[in-house]
Structures are given as structure tokens and as C-alpha cells.
């Protein structure tokens, strides 16, 4: 059985040929981006290991509505605390804890000292947050499908770096889907509430795949037309201007078919397919 595909809505016409060969019948026989995070303690390491810590500062360089939040959040993360001995690991383990949660696009420190000994001032510049992602042009797909596709969720911290991973993988799930030339772009809006980034992800699917013509060769001992029920590219083919083809389902309905031969007896039955361009 041969097939026909050829491209829609007023693009050049792409052909392809499925051709569904030799079945041969013996009876019986599946954070974020690179680190940006900065950090100044050139001061901790020049001071003495007696020296005590008199006071910890954090400054928060953000939004105003954000800033005690995020000061707080990064005090519950500083191990040391006033009156502590002032010891460089000690500093550098809240450096640490303050990167690896993933809060702070930067962190600087700074040490000042006094008569009642070090002050550490620590300036820190934390992520926006992703507020929300919209997605436009979606349709066959739910949103659910895209979102999974993505690794940006709501709520999860945003660089602009981060956004260039996701239009990969749209565009191969809607190639999974039969469309020829996806397009996806991703920006962010900024949110004037609350400082956060709106995800805008647009995309452009493009003409599809139909199927033409669907030949069956070598099929002996069951019938064409209980193997074209069986698949899905062939009835997708009866709802004109609908119906797409995709390589990604015909190689579902293969599957689909060896089981069938096989549940009827041809345990050594073997199925394959060839796409072949007229084109070329």
C-alpha cells in the first residue's frame, strides 16, 4: 500500500511516500542556567582567626516590597551569628547555602571592622520569579502538553538564559504531531506588580502532513482493510483538512500490526516500513 503526504494551507506541497514492505508470514513459527552568582569575601580572608563576628547586615537589592521576604529567607540561610567566632569557613558555608538555594542571582560580601570586632554585609540580588506562562497557538495540544515539554514552572526563579532551552522541545512535540515547519518563540513581560516574569510562549504550527495513498505489500493471511482500520494515520485520513500524518504515529501502528500478526498465530511475522520522497 502506498501513501501519499503532502504539505497544506498555501505552502509549496511536500510529497511522501510510505510504502509498507515484505511482511514475511511463518505460521505457528523514555536551574537553572549557568551559575551567575558573584562573591566578594577578599576582606574575611585577610582578618585573624580570633576576631569575633559583631554584627551581620543583609542588604537586599530588589524590589521594596520584596526585600524583607527575601532578607529573611536569607538569615534563616547565614550559619553565623553575632558574637560568633569570625571563621572564613563558617562564612564561606553561608556563601554556599545562600548559592545552592537558588534565590540570588548575586551574592556579595563584605567585612568592616570595629572595635567590637567584624561586621559582615552581605548584599544580595535576588532572581525574579517566574509569575506565569501563557501560551498562545497551542491548538491540537492541551497546555498541559506544552508545560510538559518545559522546564520553567511558575513560581521557580528566571534568567533570560533559561528561556532558550524550551523552543526545542515545543517544536519536536508538534513535529511528533505531524506538522511540518513548527515556529515557537518564547519572550518575558515583565510584571508590574510584583516585579515577577510573565513566560510568553507563541507558536506558529504551520502546515501539517495528510496522508495521500496507503499500499500494503506482502500482507498474506489477513486482510488490507482490517490492517488500515488498525491505524491511526489511515483513519486520520478521513476527516479531510484534520487528519495529520506523522512519522512518530505510523511507527505507533507498526507495533500495532506485528502484535496483531503475532496474536493470530505469526510468531515470526516481521513488518517495516520505507518513507521514500518523489522529490528527490
Known sequence: MKVQVKGQY????IHLWALILGILLVPYARGLAADTITVDNDAILQNEP?????????????PPDQRERHA???????????????????????????KFSRRFSAIHVDSSSGAGGETLTFTLTPYRTI???????????????ILNQMTLYPGDPYTPENLSAQAGAIINRYQREGYVEPNVSITDLRDSDNDSAVILV????????????LIFEGNRGVATNSLAWRMTVWRGALFPGIGRFSEYRLKKDMDLLLK???????????????IDDPGN
Open 50 to 62: 580570633e576576631t569575633v563576628i559583631r554584627d551581620i547586615q543583609v542588604v537586599i537589592d530588589g
Open 10 to 13: 498555501g505552502k509549496k506541497q
Open 202 to 213: 507563541d507558536i506558529d504550527k504551520g502546515p501539517h502532513y495528510v496522508l495521500g495513498r
Open 131 to 145: 509569575g506565569d506562562i501563557r501560551i498562545r497557538g497551542k491548538y491540537p495540544l492541551f497546555e498541559r502538553d
Open 260 to 274: 496483531h500478526y503475532r496474536r493470530k498465530g505469526f510468531a515470526d511475522a516481521q513488518l517495516s516500513y520505507h
Open 72 to 98: 529573611a529567607m536569607a538569615k534563616r540561610l547565614i550559619g553565623s551569628y553575632p558574637m560568633d567566632r569570625f571563621d572564613e569557613a563558617a562564612v564561606q558555608a553561608s556563601i554556599d547555602a545562600l
